[in-house]
């Protein structure tokens, strides 16, 4: 299998450990350039597509491997086995932080600390618990990207992005999921948005960082502080930002709350 084609991966940087960089829904690896070069003088950096986005070859794409978020994360482990050297450390953008998460219960010791950015394990509001959105919600939004993808995609895009100030950003992330295979989306969606990884991060002590904006539709401040609470060796940094993408949004924020936290890994940066 070259995981090079297969998931369109990059090598770049230098350093004595590595960060692998792993996109979320409708986007691609290209959404890291706003903050990816601050650490390549510092750390391996290793960019990918997950299968069915971005460069990535659509021919390796199997519906039934990746009907569950376990089946990235093996290809996760996959690519981390190839390209990286030293301590690694996952770089999630907010279902790649679960997919983060599940390859490391995979192979427990290979990763060595998570940065999640705008993670979270669920989505639906159950009991206590406040994922942000009410069951009907979900399959309402589920059920119009069912009917009209690119009618979702260029309403919604913009709605998740935020950014007020910054249109292009959302015009951006608007390109990005019209872009994406309507089939291959949808099928994407309805796995990220009904999956309930609350028991495979509880107690997970892997040291984590979990960046989350201080206004996100998509994954509210409550999921942080859930995530805190259940990850016992986590690191809550809350980033001013409106919208669900801080690191396009706000990248010299996110870029300053990691590198306080990969520090041990890589060597203060210079500012």
Same mark, same amino acid.
């Given at each position: 299998m070259d995981l090079q084609y297969?998931?369109?991966?990059?090598?770049? !940087?230098?350093?004595?450990?590595?960060?692998?960089?792993?996109? !979320?829904?409708?986007?691609?690896?290209?959404? &890291?350039?706003?903050?990816? /070069?601050?650490?390549?003088?510092?750390f391996k950096v290793v960019l990918y597509d997950l299968v069915g986005a971005g460069q990535s070859d659509l021919g390796a794409y199997d519906k039934i491997k990746y009907n569950s978020l376990a089946g990235y994360a093996q290809d996760l482990n996959e690519i981390i086995d190839q390209f990286a050297t030293g301590p690694v450390i996952l770089v999630g953008h907010s279902v790649s932080a679960?997919?983060?998460?599940?390859?490391?219960?995979?192979?427990?010791?290979?990763?060595?600390? +998570?940065?999640?950015?705008?993670?979270?394990?669920?989505?639906?509001?159950?009991? /206590?618990?406040?994922?942000?959105?009410?069951?009907?919600?979900? +399959?309402?939004?589920? /059920?119009?990207?069912?009917?009209?993808?690119?009618? &979702?995609?260029?309403?919604?895009?913009?709605?998740?992005?935020?950014?007020? !100030?910054?249109?292009?950003?959302?015009?951006?992330?608007?390109?990005s999921f019209c872009r994406t295979e309507p089939e291959i989306a949808k099928q994407f969606a309805r796995v990220t948005f009904m999956s309930d990884n609350r028991n495979d991060v509880v107690g997970l002590d892997t040291p984590t960082l979990i960046l989350q904006s201080t206004d996100d539709l998509i994954a509210p401040v409550a999921v942080g502080e859930y995530l805190h609470t259940v990850l016992p060796n986590s690191t809550l940094c809350l980033v001013t930002n409106v919208g669900h993408c801080p690191h396009m949004s706000a990248p010299s924020a996110c870029s300053k709350a990691m590198d306080s936290f990969l520090a041990p890994w890589g060597g203060a940066h210079v500012y």
């Open positions: 297969r998931n369109n991966t990059r090598v770049m !940087g230098d350093g004595p450990a590595t960060l692998v960089f792993s996109h !979320g829904f409708g986007c691609d690896q290209t959404m &890291w350039r706003y903050v990816v /070069d601050h650490f390549t003088g510092r679960m997919i983060g998460a599940l390859a490391d219960s995979q192979s427990p010791g290979r990763i060595a600390a +998570h940065v999640m950015i705008g993670p979270s394990p669920c989505y639906i509001d159950s009991d /206590d618990y406040v994922g942000g959105f009410r069951l009907e919600d979900i +399959h309402s939004l589920l /059920d119009t990207l069912d009917r009209n993808y690119l009618g &979702w995609s260029s309403t919604m895009a913009p709605v998740i992005m935020g950014a007020p !100030g910054q249109p292009a950003l959302g015009e951006e992330l608007t390109n």
